[in-house]
């Protein structure tokens, strides 16, 4: 299973970016899907969140300005990002719990990160 993480790049403060994260591979389900953010020399920090059943949480930071959405038919998870300030810059990794196929009937879940992509947000 893999996470594959589009989107990011330079805007400036005011501008807009969309993110994208697709899931392949053997998935059986997909459970809660997120996005998590690590600016340099901080801590990586949860930015939203988005269940199976389509409830969302987002980090104070975000709220009002940051969507996050999934399509289940592809499974893909989003990240709509308006009014971006300077201090969004960061790396954002998607997140997923994914239920996946073993030998046979078996299925397993477990939690998989995408690898990044980077926001610049100028002043």
């Known amino acids: 299973v893999q996470l594959q993480a589009s989107g990011g790049g330079l805007v400036q403060a005011g501008g807009s970016l969309r993110l994208s994260c697709a899931a392949s591979g053997s998935i059986f389900s997909i459970n809660d899907m997120g996005w998590s953010r690590q600016a340099p020399g901080k801590e990586r920090e949860l930015v939203a969140a988005?269940?199976?059943?389509?409830?969302?949480n987002y980090a104070d930071s975000v709220k009002g300005r940051f969507t996050v959405s999934r399509d289940n038919a592809k499974n893909t998870v989003y990240l709509q990002m308006n009014n971006l300030k300077p201090e969004d810059t960061a790396v954002y990794y998607c997140n997923a719990e994914i239920r996946v196929r073993g030998k046979g009937w078996s299925t397993f879940s477990s939690h998989y990160w995408g690898q990044g992509t980077l926001v610049t947000v100028s002043s």
């Open positions: 988005i269940t199976s059943g389509d409830s969302t």
